[in-house]
């Protein structure tokens, strides 16, 4: 006889507590990822001191956060949630290019309306190192766009978007409005640790903007594709545009940009909620 591991009820009650509980863990597994390679970092900085040798083994170091992050939530998948990993459609590996590319191209629409907006305000610019200028010195431009993507996509949108839209969204995934709210609330308030230029409390409250924009268009792109890799592509997509902007025509990364930033991805993730919920209000009608 099999298993189905999903029709279980998991051992961690889905309550207001038990959600919180699982956000805390969440946010401990993304701090404890990340310090853990802390002493490699150390490491590589003394071995390999400048140069495409350190940036090389930077980026290779980091690939040790997803890579623990994805035991961690497979392991607590199956032990508490007594669900695979493969609900959370991280496994979905046919989904993983089209996912990618569509998220990627949501996330550049965002920015590019972002960029559009801030120019037109006059939002100030801001000096940053280019391709090639000396902070690059000794350094190739194909191992630094490596390093770039590695940093964007692996260290940053792959673990967080694997907990908050994967495995959080299974969780509640029968209230789909609750877990759209919950998941972008609980992946906001933890960018309050992040560091982004912030000088003040203010600016701290005011960064919030860009992350509730980020969780909020991820969740819509799930609801809308049921494929965490769409995600995974606003997620990283916003860090490697950004990037691009930044060469292209730098702007200063202040409050201003912040609040646009949030706001475009906020007026994106709700065109795809629209269009969501059209379509399942086209399907229920369909069904009568």
């Not at 695979?84 to 996912?99: I, K």
């Amino acid at each position: 006889m099999t298993t189905n591991l999903t029709a279980k009820t998991p051992l961690l009650p889905v309550t207001w507590w038990g959600l919180l509980i699982r956000a805390l863990l969440g946010f401990a597994l993304l701090m404890g990822a990340n310090l853990a390679r802390v002493p490699f970092h150390t490491w590589a900085a003394q071995r390999w001191p400048d140069g495409d040798a350190q940036l090389a083994a930077t980026s290779l170091i980091f690939l040790l956060t997803p890579l623990l992050i994805i035991a961690a939530v497979a392991l607590w998948m199956r032990l508490v949630e007594r669900a695979s990993l493969s609900v959370t459609t991280l496994t979905n590996f046919r989904a993983l290019l089209p996912g990618f590319a569509g998220g990627l191209l949501l996330a550049g629409l965002a920015v590019l309306l972002g960029w559009i907006v801030l120019a037109a305000v006059d939002a100030g610019t801001a000096e940053v190192p280019t391709l090639d200028g000396n902070d690059m010195e000794g350094t190739y431009t194909a191992v630094l766009l490596v390093f770039l993507f590695i940093r964007a996509v692996l260290l940053q949108g792959l673990p967080e978007e694997l907990i908050y839209r994967g495995w959080f969204f299974h969780v509640t995934r029968h209230r789909p409005w609750l877990t759209l709210a919950w998941t972008t609330v609980a992946f906001t308030v933890i960018h309050l640790l992040s560091s982004g230029g912030q000088e003040n409390a203010a600016d701290r409250l005011f960064y919030l903007i860009t992350p509730l924009g980020m969780g909020f268009l991820a969740g819509a792109v799930v609801l809308w594709r049921r494929s965490v890799w769409w995600a995974v592509g606003t997620h990283g997509g916003l860090h490697i545009w950004m990037a691009v902007g930044s060469v292209i025509h730098p702007v200063d990364l202040g409050r201003a940009a912040w609040i646009v930033l949030g706001v475009t991805q906020l007026l994106v993730g709700a065109v795809i909620l629209w269009m969501w919920q059209r379509g399942r209000t086209g399907a229920s009608v369909g069904l009568q």
